[in-house]
């Protein structure tokens, strides 16, 4: 099924509404970041949990470092599942 020009145009005008804010998930990272909030913000519990539970160990610390440069892309990842998800369902 083609999406008209509208549809589409409709699609990306609630993929900017309702996706995470960037700015958000780097406050949620960076004053939450230890009970893992940003990845909970962004759509991913399952890795959240395991965030959290891998702080007893050091590997949570170092994650938690690189999480930083993960966000824009869990970000532009929540926006196409928004996008697939709306041309699906239509609209």
Do not use: C
Request: charged share 15%; glycine share 6%; aromatic share 16%.
């Amino acid at each position: 099924m083609a999406l008209s020009t509208e549809e589409k145009l409709l699609i990306e005008t609630r993929v900017a509404n309702e996706a995470p804010n960037a700015a958000a998930a780097y406050l949620l990272w960076f004053f939450l970041g230890w009970v893992s909030a940003h990845r909970f913000y962004l759509g991913r519990p399952g890795t959240a949990i395991l965030q959290i539970l891998s702080y007893f160990i050091i590997i949570g610390f170092v994650w938690w470092l690189i999480d930083v440069f993960l966000i824009p892309g869990m970000i532009r990842a929540r926006q196409q599942q928004l996008r697939e998800q709306y041309a699906r369902t239509g609209l």
